[in-house]
């Protein structure tokens, strides 16, 4: 996760060092998702046939590949996204295989719990990445900044070679074909969580990918305030630290009523992003602070939601539907951030706070459908 939010956390000075228009910050934060969307669906099918860890050092090859190639190469709007896209797909062979290495040897009640702790370390691996981000740009510039997330991935790597034991034996038998996804599908309350999942990510990736340059608009706005001496980058880090215990914590009060608990949460969500975007108008710790409570009405059903998913489908079904769950998420990451520059030109660029208002409220009516599919009723 080294490198999951360096750019994120560098886009102010990206966009003041190549003049990005807010559509094209947004499309190169947009590919890093769209290379986890074109490749989830191979990668995370392919555990079950091959054991995970196989597809995770593949993941953290290409992880290691993408940051240093930005570092590298990166000149403007399409080198960075080809190296975001690269990232991505190097996400997509790490993240649900490593999930699904997890799920295959923790069954029963302890089951949902493992996975919340499991979902939680993305936020963990998020926050700092922010904070590393922010410290190596000050002191070596943004170039530098990609290059040292590049060893994170070689580091994982190295870990799970040295602590996890030989690869289970994978069963033989007549498996299902790759993209054989039809079980899903006809599980309608999977195809219910996979939907609030899409939503979800919607939300989570938008305001990661904004977070910084919000928090920059906010120290322009309110030049010496406090709350912004930490500088946006630090900000973002220690908000993203509130989703681990809020996940974990969403997920223990879901457990027994997970479709009714995620649905009251996604509403939640929707009246918090309305709260933030009126933040542009607000004191800068007063902001910040919506902002926060935000993240945390989006985290909280993080891991509800992927334990559900486990929870209603079989063991045979869980790649595929997994593959699924991954695929809707992150192809809704890839284009929320890209969508939320758009609104943010379209309200007249980001030195105006209704132009955040409206791009805030935009996160809270995908909140809100999909607290409507969560909670639409199987028949």
Excluded at 81 to 98: E, N
Excluded at 156 to 161: D, E, F, P
């Amino acid at each position: 996760m080294a490198g999951f939010a360096t750019y994120p956390a560098v886009l102010p000075v990206l966009r003041s060092a190549w003049g990005l228009t807010n559509t094209d910050a947004g499309l190169v934060g947009g590919a890093f998702f769209g290379g986890y969307m074109l490749a989830v669906p191979l990668l995370v099918g392919l555990t079950d046939r091959v054991p995970s860890r196989r597809i995770y050092f593949i993941g953290c090859a290409l992880l290691a590949a993408g940051a240093a190639g930005f570092a590298l190469a990166a000149r403007g709007v399409f080198s960075a996204a080809a190296t975001q896209v690269i990232c991505g797909a190097g996400l997509a062979g790490t993240y649900m295989p490593g999930l699904k290495e997890l799920s295959d040897h923790v069954q029963g009640p302890r089951q949902g719990r493992a996975i919340a702790f499991y979902t939680s370390t993305f936020g963990i691996g998020t926050s700092l990445s922010y904070l590393l981000a922010g410290i190596i740009t000050h002191a070596g510039g943004w170039r530098m900044a990609f290059l040292v997330a590049s060893a994170g991935p070689v580091a994982a790597a190295l870990l799970l070679a040295a602590s996890l034991p030989a690869p289970p034996h994978v069963a033989a038998g007549n498996p299902r074909r790759l993209f054989d996804f039809a079980p899903v599908y006809r599980n309608r309350t999977a195809v219910g969580i996979i939907a609030g999942y899409a939503a979800h990510c919607w939300e989570l990736f938008a305001l990661r990918s904004w977070m910084v340059a919000f928090f920059a608009f906010l120290a322009a706005a309110h030049q010496g305030a406090r709350a912004m001496q930490w500088g946006g980058p630090a900000l973002a880090a220690a908000i993203n630290l509130l989703g681990p215990p809020s996940s974990i914590l969403g997920n223990e009060a879901a457990a027994g009523r997970r479709r009714r608990a995620i649905t009251a949460i996604m509403c939640a969500s929707g009246a918090c992003a309305l709260a933030a975007g009126a933040g542009a108008w607000m004191p800068a710790a007063l902001a910040v602070a919506l902002v926060a409570l935000y993240f945390v009405a989006i985290m909280c059903d993080s891991a509800a939601l992927t334990a559900g998913l486990i929870e209603a489908v079989t063991p045979e079904a869980r790649g595929g539907a997994m593959a699924l769950h991954s695929f809707a998420g992150f192809a809704a990451g890839m284009g929320a951030p890209l969508v939320f520059g758009m609104l943010l030109d379209a309200g007249g660029g980001e030195a105006r706070p209704a132009a955040w208002a409206i791009a805030f409220g935009s996160l809270a009516i995908v909140s809100l459908l999909g607290a409507a599919a969560v909670g639409r009723k199987s028949t």
